[in-house]
């Protein structure tokens, strides 16, 4: 399985910061849906019928065990029950 390097941890750590920040921006109404649209699609966030739908990006298509119940978890964690 593919082991993240110092230098993979602090990309992803900085991407999700910045991503963090343009969410936090358009829930305070700094940004607008229109301003806001191409940061959210570049980051897998895609505006479904009912609700927003955040695509999972598993670098080289690998996950330990551990990462998938996390991710199971976090799935039915924030589940609304629309599928």
Same mark, same amino acid.
């Given at each position: 399985?593919?082991?993240?390097?110092? *230098? %993979? $941890?602090? $990309?992803?750590?900085?991407?999700?910061? =910045? *991503?963090?920040?343009?969410?936090?921006?358009?829930?305070?109404?700094?940004? $607008?849906?229109?301003? *806001?649209?191409?940061?959210?699609?570049?980051?897998? @966030?895609? @505006? =479904?019928?009912?609700?927003?739908?955040?695509?999972?990006?598993?670098?080289?298509? $690998?996950?330990?065990?551990?990462?998938?119940?996390? @991710?199971?978890?976090?799935? %039915?964690?924030?589940?609304?029950?629309?599928?």
């Amino acid at each position: 399985m593919y082991k993240y390097s110092d *230098f %993979d $941890t602090a $990309t992803v750590r900085a991407r999700v910061a =910045q *991503f963090r920040g343009q969410v936090e921006r358009r829930l305070n109404g700094s940004l $607008t849906e229109e301003e *806001f649209r191409p940061l959210r699609l570049m980051n897998g @966030l895609y @505006l =479904q019928l009912h609700a927003y739908m955040l695509r999972v990006a598993i670098p080289y298509g $690998t996950l330990s065990a551990a990462q998938m119940r996390q @991710l199971a978890y976090i799935a %039915d964690r924030w589940d609304k029950g629309y599928g």
